[in-house]
């Protein structure tokens, strides 16, 4: 049964590859965004619809993975009708659907994974599988329309934290990595401790905005030398450490402070070796990436270290910096002009590819 779809995939994919303005649904679930969107001709986003479970998951302080994947499931069905109504198409008119496939929240990414094979295979339309990292890359695509690669991108995320060469569309090469925990997950676990909403990030950044970021004397490990990991795990215990210390002698803390001189020490890592690693490769453009792209300090850290080097400093929209599907729709474009289709036997993964690099 499924063979006689996937011919038909394998054939409705190389029409795709040669319309003048495909469309393409992108579906993504892999954390707490249910979203869909489409795309025209993998850069121009004709509609997108996205459900946040951000307040479910702060009554808990943090992501729960089953709430997560139950209100996947709840909601799905109607983010991905609004995307269609709001670009004026039924599910006839898409050309490919792309969805996130890894990496994730297993039962998550289940969700989207199922519910795109099903509408592939119902509309004999070809199945695209995506990896989550490069649809942040991708979103870069959106906001620069002349951007090509190849360029050097940093990726900061609630889970990852990676310096990628972006050698070609579907071709990436790792070149350093957080050794422990992600930039994110250092900014949702340091606004935990002091007592922030989640996601912390955001929380954080607002803080730090009142604050001195020379109040307190942090710095991330690996700081210094030749290499392009990165270590937030130690910078994260400091911060602990410091509320805790000012807890129990009773002395009151200027969080503000402390938050502007964390945000500076993560900033000041990723700035600096991502920067690095663009002038050492000797290429001339860094994007940035994930949804700690969202944090105005570091944009305004990493444009101000391009500018002193002369490489050209790229940054996704407000709007594409955390998980979005248009993402995901824009890199599935590039999968499907680059390789043949996926087959609907395709798996979810928690893990990257990149990952699997390391
Ligand atoms: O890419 P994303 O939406 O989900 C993952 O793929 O992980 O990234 C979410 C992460 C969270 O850790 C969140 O706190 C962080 O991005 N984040 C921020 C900001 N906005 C989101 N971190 C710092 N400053 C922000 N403005
Ligand atoms: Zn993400």
């Known amino acids: 049964m499924s063979d006689a779809y996937y011919e038909k995939a394998l054939i409705r994919a190389a029409e795709y590859r040669k319309k003048p303005a495909p469309l393409i649904l992108g579906i993504e679930s892999s954390c707490d965004e249910t979203a869909a969107a ?58 490919a659907v792309a969805v996130t496939y890894r990496p994730g929240l297993i039962g998550a990414l289940l969700v989207g994974v199922s519910y795109a094979k099903g509408l592939a295979f119902a509309a004999e339309k070809p199945f695209i599988g995506v990896d989550h990292i490069t649809g942040h890359i991708a979103a870069n695509y959106i906001t620069y329309p002349e951007l090509t690669p190849p360029f050097m991108c940093i ?12 050698k070609g569309y579907t071709e990436f090469e790792l070149i350093g990595r957080t050794r422990d925990d992600a930039a994110g997950e250092a900014f949702d676990k340091v606004a935990r401790a002091m007592g922030l909403p989640y996601p912390g990030g955001p929380e954080l950044e607002k803080l730090a905005k009142g604050g001195d970021p020379d109040a307190f004397r942090l710095h991330t490990a690996f700081n210094e030398g030749e290499g ?46 991502s920067v690095r690693a663009a002038r050492e490769a000797g ?10 792209s969202a944090n105005t300090a570091l944009r305004e850290r990493l444009q ?43 798996d979810p993964n928690a893990a990257s590819f990149l990952q699997m690099q390391q």
């Open 38 to 95: 489409v795309v025209r001709a993998g850069r121009e986003v004709v509609s997108a619809s996205v459900h946040t479970q951000i307040p479910i998951h702060r009554l808990y302080g943090g992501v729960v993975p089953e709430i997560a994947s139950r209100s996947h499931t709840e909601r799905i069905t109607g983010v991905v009708r609004d995307a269609l109504e709001k670009a004026g198409v039924t599910l006839a008119d898409i050309d």
């Open 155 to 166: 990726v900061a995320s609630g889970g990852h934290s990676h310096i990628v060469k972006v």
């Open 228 to 273: 392009f990991d990165f270590s937030f795990s130690g910078l994260k215990t400091a911060v602990v450490n410091i509320l805790h210390n000012a807890g129990q002698k009773g002395e009151e803390i200027n969080k503000a402070d402390l938050a502007a001189s964390f945000q500076r020490a993560v900033t000041d890592a990723l700035t600096i070796k």
């Open 283 to 292: 290429l001339t453009t860094l994007a940035l990436a994930g949804g700690v």
């Open 304 to 346: 101000r270290e391009c500018d002193k080097y002369g490489v050209r400093f790229c940054r996704p929209d407000m709007k594409y910096c955390t998980d979005n599907a248009a993402m995901i729709a824009c890199q599935g474009h590039y999968e499907i002009m680059s390789r043949e289709p996926d087959e609907l036997s395709l």
